[in-house]
């Protein structure tokens, strides 16, 4: 792949401190934690010295999820928001979202501070700009709805941005960190703590619909009487339909080093094409621009790499010889409105809870839910529960129907094994991933550099969606939910757990 070596998160550039085992056949818990992002971590941590045996299991690594991929800006200014959430839910509901966010950079700043975390806590202000005349209004909007909530806010037509902007709403005090670093400390202070952390320990299965859940794992099965699936995108499939309710949205990131003196701030403009900007201050005086955008549905993107390069235009346009040290994307989980997806996770199943649906403002929104989640656990109240529960719609059983009906049809194909001479995928191209239609099923075949092919079959193993080849990355990539594929048909992130059904290349005939 050409510049493959800039495939990389720059945050996943830190040293890892502490290795951590896997988990034992027959382990049980009182609070099971599946997932070590930002949010089973945060999770943790609140619930350390509460004389809970607690266990947090991570499929891969701590930080390989969307948090180490993220622009870590921790704000409560979340876009466009507030106009929209008084108009959709009234002006209590949505001061309660922004106060809970607001009290969550507090508490981040709280824990690095207490805890001496060296993550590049930085306060700074955050701007939501335009560069538009006609949007001007929009924006005027939402500084009505801010004024209407009382958020300290000023309307500004400058900023250190270097381009000219018709305005921007900005609000201080709010702030940025490095999230793997961040996530290191935490994760530390988790295990010194007495709370054991699993490493390459997949969730498979909960069976059961009260406690004390069988949890079903890579590593073997294990019981825990309170689960929180803290996964990014749920995984099971059988509880509140969060397939129904969520989608995948993926951007892309830059890593620049530029020859600009670095602005302070951190930006995000409001309409399509979205960029996201901030400088990373590092603690060895390394300044590097973050610059994301290229938002679009997972999978839906016709060839990737133009997401990269519409970023690199961008940079190119507007920066002083810009120099990428490295790329990557992620995905972050849409939830219908707009608002995430945390407490119990279906309506029947008592001491199984859930946290997702950022909506790309998962470092705040991770901690709003921590805080949830624990007092939930703790018996505590909970001003911010009643907002974010995740039980405030009702899926529709036809459309339930629909996605079960797809996921059985996508079962009994990928029973087969199938064998496809090589011959009959002669015509893709060396780095190219197609699908190929042969004895009647779709195969997907990536052929690479020395002209090895690897198949597949490209149907999710989450619920039967359709998957598509990702050209950037190379990899298999679900349009329904975001979940992702190597080229082997290995998971590399959820909510499918199983691998892809593989399909035979046969080398030899080659006529
Ligand atoms: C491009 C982009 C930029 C963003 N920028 C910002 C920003 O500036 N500010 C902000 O607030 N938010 C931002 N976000 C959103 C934020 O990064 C995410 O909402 C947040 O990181 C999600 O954290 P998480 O812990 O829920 O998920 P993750 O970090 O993905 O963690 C989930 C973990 O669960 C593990 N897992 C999955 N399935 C299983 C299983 N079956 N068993 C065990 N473990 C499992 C995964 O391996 C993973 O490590 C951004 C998102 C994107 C896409």
Redesign the pocket.
Known sequence: MEENYLNKSYWLNVQRKQEYTTVSDGDNFDVLI?????????TAFLLKENGLKVGI???????????????????MQ?GLKYDYLIDSFGKDYAMQYAVSNNNAINLIKHTVEKNNISCDFKTQPAYVYTTRKEEVRALEKELRAYEELNIESSFVNSSELPFEIEGAIKIESQA?FH?IKYLYGLSALVSDSGISIYEN????EIKGDKSPFSIT?NRGDIKSDIVVV????P?LKNYGMYYMRLHA?????LAIKSEDKPFGG?YININDPIY?M?YHFGSDDENILIL?GG?HKTGLKKDERESYLELETFAKEHFKNPKIISRW?????MPLDKVPYIGQMTKNVPNLYV??G?????????TV?AQIIRDKILNNDNVNSDIYNPLRFTPKESASEFFSNSFSAAGGLAKRVLTIPLRDIKDIKTGEGKEVEYDGHKIGVYKDEDEKCYGIIPVCTHLGCQLKFNTAEKTWDCQCHGSRFDINGKVI???A?EPLEKVIIDQGDND
């Open positions: 599946i997932g070590a992002g930002i949010a089973g971590l945060t299991i991570e499929a891969t690594k701590i930080g390989l999820g969307t948090t180490g991929y993220t622009s870590a800006k921790i704000s979340h940025q999230p320990t997949r969730a498979l794992t803290a996964t990014h995108f995984f949205e993926k951007s892309y990131i951190m996201s901030r994301g938002n994307s992620t995905q972050d989980c946290i997702t950022f909506g790309k403002w998962g470092m705040t929104g991770s839910a992130e959820g909510p757990v």
